[in-house]
């Protein structure tokens, strides 16, 4: 079992960043890989970015050249940051971590993240 928990969501005007993070715990040393979804009203969960086991990333859409995800490895918790700069309001979602694994995806719980116009 892996448990996240996400933190950094806010209000931000346009043209502004925020920094979202998520730790996870539990069986860490199984996760495969982790990223970012984001949902927003109305509209289907879509993928944002991810960072595999290689440290290797991906970025989907409209997260490309404006948003970067990272990893810092402690000895029980894995920290996945996503530095997102350049916001505007079509960012605004509830933006969700999720981790790969040897057992089912694991998800957390979700952030709000609002940009203002």
């Known amino acids: 079992q892996v448990q996240l928990v996400e933190s950094g969501g806010g209000l931000v005007q346009a043209g502004g960043s925020l920094r979202l993070s998520c730790v996870a715990s539990g069986n860490i040393f199984s996760i495969n890989y982790m990223g970012w979804y984001r949902q927003a009203p109305g509209k289907q969960r879509e993928s944002v970015a991810f960072?595999?086991?290689?440290?290797?990333?991906?970025?989907v859409g409209p997260a490309k050249g404006r948003f970067t995800i990272s990893r810092d490895k402690g000895k029980n918790t894995v920290t996945v940051a996503l530095q997102m700069n350049s916001l505007n309001p079509d960012d605004t979602a509830v933006y969700f971590c999720v981790a790969g694994h040897n057992g089912p995806v694991s998800w957390g719980q979700g952030t709000q993240v609002t940009v203002s116009s």
């Open positions: 960072i595999f086991s290689d440290s290797s990333t991906n970025y």
